[in-house]
């Protein structure tokens, strides 16, 4: 096996993960990398699932029964687990979502219906990147459709990087909102924070960061970041689907109106009128997440036990030899930075004349699991005009062997198709 500097013990991880061992194909051992489209879960985040279906379900806050209590304890204790996972500085700027995409439309609508000076409007202007997914697009073109404001964005370089030389022109006087991702989920780029939210700063803007795919893999720490609201999904590390987070300010928290209404965000309510719980409540209408968010919640325990940092380190390394290994395949074209440097753990290439589907196809039929589109990011696709890409991204679990594989697999299809 290939010896990496950096690398976790795989081995042992993988031992947490009963899917990885799935034989698929005709006897093919699974090899999964689209890890950037969803993570598997461990054991341990299966187990607490498990655990609070079959002993305290119930709803949350509203009960006084001891069911009730314990439920409520746990969801609460997710919260607290969460704003500790991102060095929050008050749990109460912690809201939680069913996903990252809910977490910018809560944003892009609070900006919609707020009064001055949050309000956004026909003499407005919003910022965000040619390289977002379509969750960071969408929302702010609806914003930008009902209130007149008019929608800017930065470009992308020839290697996949953003375009900041008229960073001063995109960024004005003018701009309310400047929201863009913080890794992207096709070219894998790192974007250069401080230099974007610093000039945001300067003209007074509001800044959001879409951290789908960093907060799986790189310690987030929102006090460092400075940005006014942060927003993430669950499913994507190691937690379920249908819990996200929404982090922000507090003082924006308190001053902003909420989305959606209806249980629970309510302190009282007349047919005449209603007032409004103090957030994080104020955003979360309804039964919440509960089950969901006990399942992030021991997804941070278990990510938290073997280190971000160390995660960090060990993406690093497999990136960086999955970069080296790709670059060996004929008419192989990755799309987006060709160095371990400032990128994340997600490699979107071209191969030849061959469509990324039927790629991705038979490499299906070798037991190997990538992503094959344009991943909700299609703007790049058009950028650099192609139709499609394949996707292999990688995470805590991922192995030497089985980029390796993704090449020999690649190798096939290059035969396959002559």
């Excluded at 609508?109 to 040619?130: F, S």
């Excluded at 299906?364 to 996707?391: F, K, M, N, S």
Aim: proline letters at 5%.
């Amino acid at each position: 096996m290939t010896q990496l500097p950096g690398l976790l013990d795989v081995e042992a991880i993988r031992k947490d993960f009963p899917v990885l061992d799935r034989v698929v194909h005709d006897g093919k051992k699974l090899v999964y990398l689209d890890n950037a489209a969803t993570s598997q879960k461990p054991r341990q985040v299966l187990d607490a699932l498990s655990e609070y279906y079959e002993r305290y379900n119930a709803n949350v806050h509203r009960g006084v029964h001891v069911l009730a209590e314990e439920a409520t304890a746990l969801y609460e204790g997710a919260r607290d687990k969460v704003a500790a996972f991102v060095n929050a500085p008050s749990r109460d700027e912690v809201i939680f979502t069913k996903n990252a995409s809910e977490s910018l439309n809560l944003v892009a609508n609070m900006l919609g219906w707020a009064d001055e000076p949050y309000r956004v409007d026909h003499e407005t202007e919003i910022v965000i990147t040619e390289m977002e997914h379509h969750s960071n697009i969408v929302p702010w073109q609806l914003l930008a459709q009902r209130t007149g404001a008019k929608l800017k964005w930065f470009g992308l370089t020839d290697d996949g990087r953003l375009d900041l030389s008229n960073i001063d022109e995109i960024i004005t006087e003018k701009t309310k909102i400047v929201s863009f991702v913080l890794v992207s989920n096709i070219l894998g780029t790192v974007n250069p924070v401080e230099t974007i939210i610093r000039r945001a700063q300067e003209v007074g803007a509001l800044v959001c960061i879409d951290a789908s795919q960093a907060a799986p893999h790189m310690p987030l720490d929102v006090q460092a970041l400075q940005a006014d609201f942060v927003a993430f999904t669950g499913h994507k590390m190691c937690g379920p689907t249908g819990i996200g987070v929404l982090w922000g300010r507090q003082e924006l928290l308190e001053d902003l109106p909420p989305f959606l209404g209806g249980g629970e965000m309510i302190e009282t309510v007349s047919m005449h009128s209603s007032t409004y719980a103090p957030a994080p409540h104020k955003f979360e209408a309804g039964t919440p997440p509960i089950a969901q968010a006990v399942g992030l919640g021991a997804a941070i325990d278990y990510l938290q036990s073997i280190g971000m940092d160390k995660i960090l380190a060990h993406e690093h390394a497999l990136t960086e030899y999955a970069v080296r290994r790709l670059t060996e395949v004929p008419d192989l074209r990755i799309i987006g930075p060709t160095t371990a440097e400032d990128r994340g753990a997600a490699i979107s290439f071209t191969l030849g004349d061959i469509h990324p589907h039927d790629v991705g196809q038979v490499l299906d039929e070798q037991g190997i699991a990538v992503r094959v589109g344009h991943h909700c990011a299609r703007p790049v696709c058009l950028r650099y005009g192609i139709p499609a890409t394949t996707r292999a991204s990688f995470y805590l679990y991922s192995s030497p062997a089985e980029i390796d594989a993704l090449v020999d697999g690649l190798e096939h299809v290059r035969n396959f198709f002559g």
